[in-house]
């Protein structure tokens, strides 16, 4: 079965400073994996996905992840933060092969917080 | 184009008493999530449907729990008889099976208190 871990339920960096979010995966079948991210008081949009071509994935709002099969890891991360990125970003990964459902097991979510 | 619609968005409610919870997938989508958020348990996929048809209902937490599909624009969750522990914000998506893979849209999700 596939499941994602978030390490850090809270990270908090300055308005300008890199933004890291970390989040390691298993599956036994190459991947699909997801970031979202959830703004107060509304429901999850997507950032960006790996599905198995570049490694390196752009999204939305300056954000990209690198998927690293060595390490099993899917980080998120932009170089400088802002503000309006305060948020909760979770990471998921889709069940079966290939992404052959759209069923998403998300993890436990990281609340990012940006100090002025 | 209008996004997934999900009502109400604010239930409060007594135990015991039956909760309906509505949902409005995006036209031409024809996947259908519930999934439940709540500080201890994160989300939690309850159900998912493919045109129409639960193919997976897992992670409905118990009989007290079901979702009906009617048809392609509308899908209810129902809780009968509600308990504080059912207390979350449920939130519906909706995406284009065989589509962009893993792109799903949520509604602003239906916060539910059982008192």
């Known amino acids: 079965a596939q499941s994602v871990t978030q390490l850090g339920s809270h990270v908090s960096v300055s308005e300008g400073a890199l933004v890291l979010l970390r989040c390691n995966y298993s599956?036994?079948?190459?991947?699909?994996l997801f970031w979202y991210v959830q703004y107060p008081n509304q429901g999850l949009q997507l950032l960006l996905k790996?599905?198995?071509?570049?490694?390196l994935v752009k999204g939305i709002n300056g954000f990209e992840a690198e998927f690293k099969k060595s390490e099993t890891s899917f980080h998120l991360t932009k170089p400088s933060a802002h503000m309006s990125d305060a948020a909760e970003y979770f990471c998921?990964?889709?069940?079966?092969?290939?992404?052959?459902?759209?069923?998403?097991?998300f993890g436990s979510g990281t609340l990012l917080a940006v100090q002025p | 184009d209008a996004g997934v619609i999900q009502s109400p968005r604010h239930e409060v409610t007594e135990m015991g008493q039956e909760v309906t919870l509505r949902c409005k997938p995006i036209?031409?989508?024809?996947?259908l999530f519930w999934y439940r958020q709540t500080m201890m348990r994160g989300l939690e996929l309850l159900i998912y449907?493919?045109?129409?048809?639960?193919?997976?209902d897992s992670g409905m937490p118990e009989d007290r729990f079901s979702a009906k599909m009617p048809n392609a624009s509308f899908s209810t969750l129902k809780i009968q008889p509600s308990e504080p522990r059912d207390s979350a914000v449920y939130f519906c998506?909706?995406?284009?099976?065989?589509?962009?893979?893993?792109?799903?849209?949520f509604g602003e999700g239906s916060r539910l208190t059982v008192l």
């Open positions: 599956s036994s079948v190459p991947p699909y």
């Open positions: 036209s031409g989508h024809n996947s």
């Open positions: 998921a990964v889709s069940e079966g092969y290939g992404g052959a459902t759209n069923k998403l097991i």
């Open positions: 790996y599905t198995s071509a570049a490694t």
């Open positions: 998506a909706s995406s284009r099976a065989g589509g962009a893979a893993g792109e799903l849209f």
């Open positions: 449907f493919n045109n129409n048809v639960p193919i997976d």
